[in-house]
């Protein structure tokens, strides 16, 4: 069915098996009552819990709050810092501002982009292995398909600093087992014995990580969307703190500019 059938269809009904707002009385989430049976849950166990429908045990949970916080950087020189940085600068609101960073933050090649091309490559991967297929042939495909591997290299330097704290905390929580980061940690010593000597980065560890909880592509991209939010709002502020629009100033000789010549602008002769 589609069309204007599918339309008249849903005409006046909304069926939700993700929750309702009974005005007055309480809340469903999830088929779950927000306000009594939810009311001690942290927000990430909530967030997690809208996302997937699932409860994460005590460390699993650890590792996710991690996962967020090794992210959190307080660095306007960021892309999605800066933006909010930007909105303080030029004194528009904080909720404009932090709005608008999250929503850049969605960079296909170095933002939340990269955690889908990385789940992506390595499901892939692992049902060519499962088989019969090898490892080094996975990744000459990935590489001739798409000159790259997500989740692999880093634009200012080959290694990333999150990869050993968050490494460690998944061996002390007894969460560096998983199939997914077995496979991402392969990849990554392949890479590094080859000529193409790339280094696993965030991305691909997150990647892994989150797969190996159970979560899908979707729900991993959902979850990761706040994953820089906490280190927008010092920006913001230092930013709104200070003279308005000096945050970043560019002058015109600055500028390096070769197009058009300039032209010159004679006013129009009356008709």
Not at 48 to 53: A, E, H, M, R, S
Not at 161 to 190: F, H, T
Request: with cysteine; charged share 20%; glycine share 12%.
């Amino acid at each position: 069915m589609r069309g204007a059938k599918l339309l008249d269809r849903h005409v006046g009904v909304l069926k939700s098996r993700m929750g309702k707002f009974y005005p007055g009385s309480h809340v469903v989430f999830r088929g779950r009552d927000l306000l009594s049976e939810l009311k001690d849950m942290d927000w990430l166990e909530l967030y997690v819990f809208g996302i997937t429908g699932r409860h994460f045990d005590p460390a699993q949970l650890k590792l996710l709050h991690a996962i967020w916080i090794y992210t959190s950087y307080p660095d306007v020189r960021l892309w999605n810092n800066r933006v909010a940085a930007l909105a303080g600068s030029t004194r528009s609101t904080g909720t404009l501002g932090l709005a608008a960073a999250l929503a850049v933050s969605e960079a296909e090649i170095y933002g939340g982009g990269i955690f889908v091309r990385s789940i992506d490559f390595f499901s892939r991967a692992l049902r060519q292995l499962e088989q019969g297929g090898d490892l080094e042939t996975c990744i000459r495909e990935e590489l001739a398909t798409h000159r790259g591997i997500g989740g692999y290299g880093r634009p200012l330097v080959n290694g990333d600093e999150r990869i050993g704290p968050l490494l460690d905390l998944a061996k002390a929580l007894a969460l560096d087992q998983g199939p997914y980061l077995k496979l991402a940690l392969a990849v990554e010593q392949m890479l590094l014995n080859g000529r193409w000597r790339m280094k696993m980065n965030y991305a691909a560890l997150v990647a892994a990580l989150g797969s190996d909880l159970g979560m899908s592509a979707r729900e991993l991209y959902l979850f990761i969307f706040p994953v820089f939010l906490a280190g927008m709002p010092p920006g913001y502020i230092e930013a709104s703190e200070r003279p308005a629009g000096t945050l970043y100033p560019t002058p015109c000789d600055g500028i390096v500019y070769d197009g058009s010549p300039r032209r010159t602008w004679h006013p129009a002769k009356p008709d």
